[in-house]
């Protein structure tokens, strides 16, 4: 009986690690950006107030 | 078959968010802010403060990611050349898929932000100056002609114009004085930049003038084209859209531009003309960022 070794996948390094979660931490920045804009424009485009902005 | 799982097995990428910024050149990207907004500022009315500055955001976008487009397309050329060679792409940081993708999406995004923020004629407008750096000039001119940037100079020109419609929805002679005065300035500021560069350049192939027809056909082209600038950069005073400082602004600006340029033109060896291009290649930017500065000052205070 031939023994098959288990496929062992790619074990991340630190440095990869450290970026992706660098990268993961931009994503959610530009994704909490992206609701703030959204929010705004469509409040200017509805020409309602803003709370907070007279 | 027992490589199965070696097949599967794929490296993280080590990007960082610092090399897609770096993929939108924000260099560029701030001068075409600060040129957009100049055009906005110009136009008699604005639509709404915040959409003002969702459609600035949106055009700043599209110049990145011109940008990116354009280091995904110049790979090749940018890990030849000194000045680019570590770019995130040559530099092993990002792919080029990833780069296209990013590049190609962030367009699509920017285009349809301004025509959701401001109007589809500035989005449409936004659509044609990236496709123009991208296919026009990337693509089809840079490689191929020594009129590349001469050209491909519409492309950085246009950013006013886009401001302007954004604010307008429509055209008018303001913003395309102010493309004309961007599209008279690329060339003696990119061949000033070319002259030093020119070994950069012949080594990636790149036709850029100093290396097809020579330093000396290049010098003279840079002062024919700086003795055209000086008046161009004096039309918004004369047809009557800028002040007399910007007039005053332009008249000395523009005299110190044909100065440099003739220094150009006669120190043509050793360190004396390289310093000459230095000079020139920095009195240009600071020639078009004050002009714009204070034709933007005018409106704003008067």
């Known amino acids: ?54 | 078959m027992t490589d199965i799982g070696l097949q599967t097995r794929s490296r993280l990428s080590l990007a960082a968010p610092a090399d897609y910024w770096a993929l939108l050149k924000p260099r560029v990207m701030s001068l075409v802010i600060f040129t957009a907004l100049v055009g906005m500022i110009l136009a008699p009315h604005r639509i709404h403060p915040i959409l003002d500055a969702v459609a600035l955001l949106a055009i700043a976008l599209g110049a990145g990611a011109s940008g990116a487009l354009n280091q995904w397309w110049d790979a090749d050329i940018d890990a030849v050349m000194s000045r680019t060679r570590n770019r995130p792409i040559p530099g092993g940081r990002v792919t080029r898929d990833e780069a296209f993708a990013f590049g190609t999406g962030l367009s699509v995004f920017s285009v349809l932000l301004l025509g959701l923020a401001a109007n589809w004629f500035a989005a449409g407008l936004l659509a044609f100056t990236i496709l123009f750096y991208v296919v026009v000039y990337s693509m089809i001119l840079k490689r191929r002609t020594v009129e590349n940037i001469v050209i491909g100079g519409a492309a950085g020109a246009l950013p006013p114009v886009v401001g302007w419609t954004a604010a307008t929805g429509s055209l008018d002679v303001a913003p395309l004085v102010l493309f004309t005065i961007i599209f008279v300035w690329t060339p003696p500021h990119f061949w000033a930049l070319a002259l030093l560069k020119s070994d950069d350049y012949a080594r990636a192939g790149v036709p850029m003038l100093p290396v097809v027809m020579g330093p000396d056909v290049t010098r003279r082209r840079i002062l024919a084209y700086s003795l055209a600038l000086a008046p161009t950069g004096l039309l918004p005073w004369f047809l009557g859209f800028a002040g007399p400082i910007y007039g005053a602004t332009a008249a000395v600006g523009g005299i110190v531009f044909v100065a440099l340029a003739a220094m150009v033109f006669v120190r043509r060896e050793g360190p004396a003309a390289r310093l000459a291009c230095g000079r020139l290649f920095g009195f240009s930017i600071l020639w078009l960022a004050t002009l714009f500065a204070v034709i933007a000052a005018e409106r704003l205070f008067a």
Do not use: C, D, W
Not at chain 1, 8 to 37: C, D, K, M, T, Y
């Open chain 1, 1 to 54: 009986m031939i023994h098959v070794p288990p496929p062992q996948g790619h074990v991340p390094s630190e440095a990869e690690l450290s970026a992706r979660r660098a990268r993961n931490r931009a994503i959610g920045f530009v994704l909490a950006a992206l609701v703030v804009l959204f929010y705004l424009t469509t409040m200017a485009k509805l020409g309602l107030k803003l709370p907070g902005l007279s």
